[in-house]
């Protein structure tokens, strides 16, 4: 069964609008982020974070990314705060990132684009029963948004980089527990918040966006491991490296960036 999309000149993001009309919406993500432009809102709180009971499961590669899953049948690991209305439960957390460090995030900043992006995607169980319910709805899902800029290691993105050998093809999943994402967060929580969307297909304006300000600091070498991966599956005779599997920056049509001070 062949892709239904990729990031590849045939299948890519400028084609995605055909099987996915709501890619031309007025709510799409990523986008570039203007600092100048965001509005302050005083009355935006901090975001808090409750993972220290967090579940991780197993890590993947699903094709387009590599993905670690969480255990989310109960509220163990939530965000909350800042725009939130309500807790929102850790259901995966992926990663967007280029063929050359000079690009790869997926939002970008006055037009500059980071090495990577890491997506923490969280869900509404407050009022939807299923994550795959609340993809759909337009206060569904949360996504924190982290960038990735080249320099020294990092102390614990080893954990996650060490393993990718064992999930090089899609489709292929290992076991992946005790891993608490916390250790991939900057030390400061600024962010910029905006209403958007899945930045895959199906592409659903379900997403209250969460980009932090200070990018974490990771080692080329660290980032080449992620190029070790395919897009393709093991029994196909292509092998494609998986890299520059990122969206580019979509209009904002008038929508409001907010940005919040710790
Ligand atoms: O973080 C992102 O890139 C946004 C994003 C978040 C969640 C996501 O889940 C895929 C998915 C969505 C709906 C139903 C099934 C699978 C796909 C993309
Ligand atoms: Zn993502």
Same mark, same amino acid.
């Given at each position: 069964t062949?892709?239904p999309?990729?990031?590849g !000149? +045939?299948?890519g993001?400028?084609?995605?609008? =055909?099987?996915?009309?709501?890619? /031309?919406g007025?709510?799409?993500?990523p ?13 935006l ?5 409750n993972?220290d009971k ?19 049948s109960d509220d163990?690991?939530?965000i909350?705060?800042g725009?939130?209305?309500?807790p929102y439960?850790? !259901? +995966?957390f992926h990663?967007?990132?280029?063929? =050359?460090d000079c690009?790869?995030s /997926? ?6 684009s980071?090495?990577s992006?890491l ?8 009022k939807?029963?299923?994550?795959e319910?609340?993809?759909t709805?337009?206060d569904?899902?949360?996504v ?6 080249t320099?020294?290691?990092?102390r614990?993105l080893?954990?996650?980089t060490?393993?990718l050998?064992?999930v090089?093809?899609k489709?292929?999943v290992t076991d992946?527990?005790?891993f608490?994402? =916390?250790?991939?967060?900057?030390s400061?929580?600024h962010?910029?918040?905006?209403l958007g969307?899945?930045?895959t ?7 209250t966006?969460?980009v ?9 070498k660290?980032?080449?491991k992620?190029?070790?991966?395919v897009?393709t599956?093991e029994?196909?005779d292509?092998?494609?490296r ?10 904002l049509?008038g929508?409001k960036?907010?940005?919040?001070r710790v």
């Open positions: 062949g892709n999309w990729g990031y !000149k +045939q299948d993001p400028s084609v995605w609008h =055909k099987n996915y009309p709501v890619a /031309e007025d709510r799409q993500s986008i570039d982020i203007d600092p100048h432009q965001a509005s302050h809102d005083p009355s709180g901090p975001i808090v974070l993972y967090c579940t991780s499961i197993k890590i993947a590669n699903n094709g387009h990314s590599v993905v670690v899953e969480f255990e989310d163990r690991s939530v909350q705060g725009p939130l209305g309500n439960r850790l !259901k +995966q990663f967007h990132w280029g063929g =050359k690009h790869g /997926e939002h970008t900043v006055a037009g500059n980071y090495a992006e997506h923490l995607v969280h869900w509404n169980a407050v939807y029963k299923t994550f319910e609340a993809a709805a337009p569904g899902l949360a924190l948004g982290i960038f990735l800029e320099g020294d290691d990092h614990w080893h954990t996650i060490d393993v050998y064992t090089k093809f489709g292929s992946f527990k005790g608490n994402p =916390k250790c991939l967060l900057p400061s929580l962010y910029w918040t905006y969307s899945l930045t297909p199906p592409l659903h304006e379900s997403v966006w969460i932090v300000k200070d990018p974490i600091i990771v080692s080329e660290q980032l080449s992620f190029r070790t991966l897009f599956g029994e196909e292509q092998r494609t998986m890299e520059n599997n990122f969206r580019p920056p979509q209009p049509k929508r960036l907010i940005s919040r």
